[in-house]
C-alpha cells in the first residue's frame, strides 16, 4: 500500500482535543489575546506584527472599510433583497465588484510603487532625490498616455483626508518607507508635468502602506476586499434597520424607458 500523501501548513490544524494556529494553541493563546487586525497581518505573513505594524496596517483597513453607497454596496443590497436566503450572496456580489475603479487602486498603486523602485538604479536619501525619481516616474506615464496609480479622486479634489493621516500614522511608527515616500514625492511634483494638483487618494496611500510592510503584493487587493467585508456587513445590517434597496429597485424599474433597437454596425 503506497504511503498517504502528507500535506504541510502552517496555518490551522486539529486534532481531537486542540486546535493549532500559526504554531499556537488557538483556545488558550490567540482567542482574546490577539486582535483580528494582528491576526489577519500574522496568517498572511506567518510572522507576528508588532504594535507598529498592527496600527499602520489597522489604519488601513479602517480607511477602506466603507466609503457609502458606493457599487459594492448597491449591489451588496440589491442582491440581499433578491435572495434574503443567501447572506453570503450578498457579500460575494459586493466582492466580486472590488476592481480597478473601487478597491483595486490599492494593489495597483503599491505594485506599480514597487516596480519602479525595483527599477531604479540606485534608491533615493533625501527629499531631492525622491522628487527626481518622481518627476521621472510621472514624465514617463504621461509620454506613454497612462495614469498615475492613486493619483486622483472623484470626491476628494481637495485632497483626501484618509492620506495625510496613514502618512501621520506610518511616521509616528517609523514605518515611512519606501514606497510611501516614492508617493508622497509624485504628490509633490506632479503639477510640473499634469500642468495641475490632483489629491493623492486614501486606496492608493493604503497600497504604498501595505507594500512598505512587506505584504506580498500578490495580496494587496485581498486586503482591501479584506476591509470591505466589514463594510458591507455594516451595509446589510442598515437594510435590515432601515432598507432602501427596494426603492433604488423600483427608481429604475418604474421609470425605463423603452427605445428603438440599437444595433453595432
Not at 506632479?190 to 494638483?197: A, F, N, R, S, Y
Request: net charge negative.
Amino acid at each position: 500500500m503506497a504511503d498517504e500523501p502528507v500535506y504541510e501548513t502552517a496555518l490551522g490544524a486539529s486534532s481531537r482535543d486542540k486546535i493549532t494556529l500559526l504554531g499556537q494553541d488557538l483556545a488558550r493563546d490567540v482567542m482574546g489575546e490577539v486582535g483580528f487586525g494582528e491576526l489577519a497581518f500574522w496568517l498572511a505573513t506567518q510572522r507576528r506584527p508588532s504594535k507598529g505594524e498592527t496600527r499602520v496596517f489597522e489604519a488601513v483597513l479602517a480607511a477602506l472599510a466603507d466609503h457609502g453607497f458606493t457599487p459594492t454596496a448597491i449591489v451588496t443590497r440589491l442582491t440581499y433583497l433578491s435572495a434574503p436566503d443567501s447572506v453570503q450572496g450578498a457579500l460575494a456580489a459586493g466582492l466580486l465588484g472590488g476592481g480597478s475603479r473601487f478597491l483595486g487602486v490599492t494593489e495597483d498603486c503599491g505594485r506599480f510603487l514597487h516596480d519602479v523602485l525595483t527599477q531604479a538604479e540606485t534608491r533615493p536619501t533625501d527629499e531631492a532625490g525622491w522628487d527626481a525619481l518622481a518627476l521621472e516616474t510621472v514624465e514617463s506615464m504621461r509620454a506613454q498616455r497612462k495614469f498615475v496609480p492613486g493619483l486622483g479622486h472623484h470626491v476628494h479634489k481637495d485632497g483626501d483626508p484618509r492620506t495625510a493621516r496613514l502618512f501621520e500614522i506610518a511616521a509616528e511608527e517609523g514605518l515611512r518607507g519606501p514606497h510611501l515616500e516614492l508617493f508622497a514625492a509624485i504628490g509633490r511634483v506632479h503639477p510640473q508635468v499634469l500642468g495641475k494638483t490632483l489629491p493623492l487618494n486614501g486606496a492608493g496611500v493604503c497600497g504604498a502602506a501595505l507594500a512598505d510592510l512587506g505584504l506580498p503584493l500578490e495580496l494587496l487587493r485581498g486586503f482591501a476586499l479584506l476591509a470591505r467585508t466589514a463594510g458591507l456587513i455594516g451595509q446589510l445590517a442598515e437594510e435590515l434597520r432601515h432598507p432602501v434597496a427596494n426603492d433604488i429597485f423600483l427608481s429604475v424599474d418604474l421609470n425605463n424607458r423603452s427605445v428603438a433597437p440599437d444595433p453595432e454596425v
